[in-house]
């Protein structure tokens, strides 16, 4: 049974930093990317929107929002990776999702989320 596991999130002050990690299981599951979503409160339907992605070679992407203040690195467990947020603020409140990209042919794994409060 796949498991995709977030851990993390709390609340933090306008300002400071959190780190979120997320773990895919089995090892056997071939994944070619990880990343992270957000959903924040009053967005439309269940639209998450892309917060930063690393693929199986190292490469990241980080939307402008997030870019230079945050750094998305891998993990030393296989299908591993975490993110350190800097300079947080109230706007980055959100529920924060890890996304598990299975390769060619292969399906597509979220995570339960895990809850980011940042107070003003």
């Known amino acids: 049974q796949v498991q995709v596991v977030e851990s993390g999130g709390g609340m933090v002050q306008a300002g400071g930093s959190l780190k979120l990690s997320c773990v895919a299981s089995?090892?056997?599951?071939?994944?070619?990317?990880m990343g992270w979503y957000r959903q924040t409160p009053g967005r439309e339907g269940d639209n998450k929107e892309l917060?930063?992605?690393?693929?199986?070679?190292?490469?990241?992407h980080y939307e402008d929002f997030v870019k230079d203040r945050s750094t998305i690195y891998r993990g030393n467990h296989k299908n591993a990776m975490s993110i350190e947020m800097n300079s947080l603020k109230p706007e980055d409140t959100a529920a924060y999702y890890c996304?598990?990209?299975?390769?060619?042919?292969?399906?597509?794994?979220w995570g339960q989320g895990t809850q980011v409060t940042v107070s003003a």
């Open positions: 996304y598990a990209i299975g390769c060619p042919g292969t399906p597509n794994y």
């Open positions: 917060v930063a992605l690393i693929n199986s070679a190292g490469a990241t």
């Open positions: 089995p090892d056997t599951l071939c994944l070619s990317a």
